[in-house]
């Protein structure tokens, strides 16, 4: 029976706006570094391994925001 536990991740970005008035061009970038299983054959003992890993993952963000300067509700 294959173990299970919780992953925590933390996901951590800078995020920038440019633009004037209602319209703004938004970019960001960040990492999420994160324990993740990896599932091995070992060969010489013909059985499955179980380990644990440290990945990381870069989103990018590129986006477009119409926000009123005033302030309410934003898309």
């Given at each position: 029976?294959?173990?299970?536990?919780?992953?925590?991740?933390?996901?951590?970005?800078?995020?920038?706006?440019?633009?004037?008035?209602?319209?703004?061009?938004?970019?960001?970038?960040?990492?999420?570094?994160?324990?993740?299983?990896?599932?091995?054959?070992?060969?010489?003992?013909?059985?499955?391994?179980?380990?644990?890993v440290?990945?990381?993952?870069?989103?990018?963000?590129?986006?477009?925001?119409?926000?009123?300067?005033?302030?309410?509700?934003?898309?």
């Amino acid at each position: 029976m294959a173990r299970r536990f919780l992953n925590p991740a933390i996901h951590l970005e800078v995020s920038g706006l440019l633009g004037r008035g209602k319209h703004h061009f938004e970019l960001g970038i960040g990492g999420t570094p994160h324990l993740a299983t990896s599932l091995n054959f070992n060969a010489e003992t013909s059985e499955l391994e179980d380990k644990l890993v440290f990945s990381s993952l870069i989103p990018l963000r590129i986006g477009y925001r119409y926000q009123k300067p005033e302030g309410g509700f934003f898309f």
